[in-house]
C-alpha cells in the first residue's frame, strides 16, 4: 500500500508541477484507460463527454473504431465532433490511438502499459500529441488505474504549450454488468472528483457491450463545472 | 492438475483444451500465493480464456500454448469459460488448502 500511495504522489506531483506552467484550454474529463489489450479485439467506440459550468455547455463525441493488430498493440482511430459557439454540432478533428501493453496481467506487483494519441483540428493545421503511461494494481475485487499524461499541442492558431493530466479510477469489481467506482482528475487548472461505473454485457462469443461513465464535479474552485462521461463500445 | 517448481518460485500449473473442454475442469491451487497457469489449446480453432472471478482474459490461438498470472487468492472457488465455446469450455480454479 505503501508502493501505491508513493506512486500516486509522485503523479500527482508530476502533474501539479505541470499544471502552473499552462492555461486551461480544453477537456480533462475522459476515459480511464486500463493498461490492458485483447489478441484479435475489434471494437466500434462512441464517447460521449458533456461540461457543464455557469456560463456555457461543451459538448464532445468520439467515434471510433479499433483492432487489437498485435497480442500487446491495439490501434484505434476515432471522429471527434463538437457543438461550437453557435450551438451546431460539426466535425472538428481526428484522431489515431495506439495502446501497447506492457507487462502481461499480474506477472509483476502492477500491470503497466503505453498509450499514445495524435489529434488534428478538421479545419486548421492544429495537433495535440499525448503519451500516457497506464498503470493497474489489483487489489483483492477491486482495481486501481492510473493515468499520466504528458500533452504537447501546437499549430497554426494555438499556442504551442506542454500539459499534462492525471486521472485516476478505483473501482469494485461487484458484477460484470455492475463495476462502481470513484475517480479523480487533474490537469489545466482543474481538479474533479465523482461516481463512476463501468460494466460489460456478453452476447455471444467475442461480441459483448461494455459501457462505462462517470459524474466529475471539479472541486478546485468555486462555481458550477460539472462533466458527465459516458462510452459506449461494441467489440466482436 | 501437477504442480512443479518454476522459475522465481512461481508455481506452474497446466490446462489442456480439447474439443472445447478444459481438462482438468477444477485446478485446484494453494491459497495467497501467485502461480502460473499455462493453458495449451489442441483444437484447430483460437479460443478466449475468460474470467470474471478471476480478472483475466486471454486469447490462446490454435495449437499454441499462453500463460496467465493470477493471484494470490483467498480460498474460494473462481469460475473460469472459454469465450468461443462458453458451453462446453467451462472449468474452475479452486484454492484450498489441501493442494499445498
Known sequence: MNRICLLISLFLA???????????????????????????????????????????NLLTQRFGYGHAFWETVALEFYAIGTRNEQNDFELSGYEIETRWMMTQQGQYWADWGWVLELEKQ?????????????????????????????????????????????????????????????????????????????????IEGQKQIK????????????????????????EF | MFARPALAETPIYRLVLENHVFSPSKLRIPPNTKVKIIIENKDETAEEFDSFDLNRERVIFAQREASIFIGPLPIGRYE????????????????EEESL
Open chain 1, 14 to 56: 508530476f502533474t501539479f508541477g505541470m499544471i502552473t506552467k499552462v492555461s486551461a484550454d480544453g477537456m480533462v474529463v475522459d476515459k480511464v484507460y486500463h493498461p490492458y489489450v485483447t489478441a484479435n479485439e475489434r471494437e466500434f467506440e462512441w464517447r460521449f463527454m458533456s461540461s457543464q459550468t455557469d456560463e456555457f
Open chain 1, 211 to 234: 459501457w462505462d461513465a462517470g459524474f466529475i464535479t471539479e472541486i478546485a474552485h468555486s462555481g458550477k463545472n460539472h462533466t458527465f462521461r459516458f462510452a459506449i463500445e461494441y
Open chain 1, 122 to 202: 478538421d479545419a486548421k493545421d492544429n495537433y495535440e500529441a499525448s503519451l500516457g503511461l497506464l498503470f493497474e494494481k489489483e487489489l483483492g475485487r477491486t482495481s486501481l488505474t492510473l493515468n499520466l499524461f504528458a500533452i504537447r499541442e501546437w499549430g497554426e492558431s494555438i499556442e504551442s504549450e506542454w500539459e499534462s493530466e492525471f486521472r485516476l479510477q478505483y473501482r469494485y469489481r461487484y458484477l460484470p454488468e455492475i463495476q462502481p467506482s470513484i475517480e479523480i482528475y487533474a490537469g489545466e487548472d482543474f481538479i474533479g472528483i465523482g461516481p463512476g461505473f463501468m460494466g460489460v454485457y456478453r
Open chain 2, 80 to 95: 473460469f469459460f472459454g469465450e468461443y465455446h462458453p458451453n462446453s469450455a467451462r472449468g474452475y480454479v479452486i484454492v
